[in-house]
T-cell receptor
Framework: EAGVAQSPRYKIIEKRQSVAFWCNPISGHATLYWYQQILGQGPKLLIQFQNNGVVDDSQLPKDRFSAERLKGVDSTLKIQPAKLEDSAVYLC???????????????FGPGTRLTVL | AQTVTQSQPEMSVQEAETVTLSCTYD???????LFWYKQPPSRQMILVIR??????QNATENRFSVNFQKAAKSFSLKISDSQLGDAAMYFC????????????FGEGTQLTVNP
């Protein structure tokens, strides 16, 4: 079974530029998550999709971050314009169901390391 | 809001020895789940072990086991017969049904395994 795919693996941009990250979840997984992991910290949820609908974006800085999940499969996370504090690893994860099953496991991709200069 | 605290930024262990990583959490919920994830230098988070709060029995997965103390809100991970491949950052994480599927992570513990 193929895992969660993310691209690019690394990205370096200057502040005020825009950037986009792509995620392809495990086939058949209804729920997709984007986490931000700042160096030295644990991941923090940015946004969560159930199929192609948003179920939690309470921690997404909506003035500069946006995300979409087309047709309930692939997802793109965009930052525009980027700030220095956006330097982090952006992790995508997917799970089979949304809630109700405590044993539902989130599977993570390898992440994209973003450096904003 | 739920919080997860890992008080050991770094730990080291000799190969074949046993090490215990600590985690405490704060919640007012009664129904929740706790996890330990491993993150090697490749950055990919890998689930190590999972514990349901309603289960009194501590979870075990091969060389990995937990000590779940619900009243104390403590959830430690024990790694037995440590191997070089166990070296990684370990994160404790919490999830409750009221927070949907959102995982709340601790700050992590960097584990070094010495040959």
């Amino acid at each position: 079974e193929a895992g969660v795919a993310q691209s690019p693996r690394y990205k370096i941009i200057e502040k005020r530029q825009s950037v986009a990250f792509w995620c392809n979840p495990i086939s058949g997984h209804a729920t997709l998550y984007w986490y931000q992991q700042i160096l030295g910290q644990g991941p923090k949820l940015l946004i969560q999709f159930q199929n192609n609908g948003v179920v939690d974006d309470s921690q997404l800085p909506k003035d500069r971050f946006s995300a979409e999940r087309l047709k309930g499969v692939d997802s793109t996370l965009k930052i525009q314009p980027a700030k220095l504090e956006d330097s982090a690893v952006y992790l995508c994860a997917s799970s089979l169901v949304y809630r109700g099953l405590g044993t539902d496991t989130q599977y993570f991709g390898p992440g994209t390391r973003l450096t904003v200069l | 809001a739920q919080t997860v605290t890992q008080s050991q930024p770094e730990m080291s262990v000799q190969e074949a020895e046993t090490v215990t990583l600590s985690c405490t959490y704060d919640t007012s919920e009664s129904d929740y789940y706790l996890f330990w994830y491993k993150q090697p230098p490749s950055r990919q988070m890998i689930l190590v072990i999972r514990q349901e709060a309603y289960k009194q029995q501590n979870a075990t997965e091969n060389r990995f086991s937990v000590n779940f103390q619900k009243a104390a809100k403590s959830f430690s991970l024990k790694i037995s017969d440590s191997q070089l491949g166990d070296a990684a950052m370990y994160f404790c994480a919490y999830r409750s049904e009221t927070s949907g599927s959102r995982l709340t992570f601790g700050e992590g513990t960097q584990l070094t395994v010495n040959p």
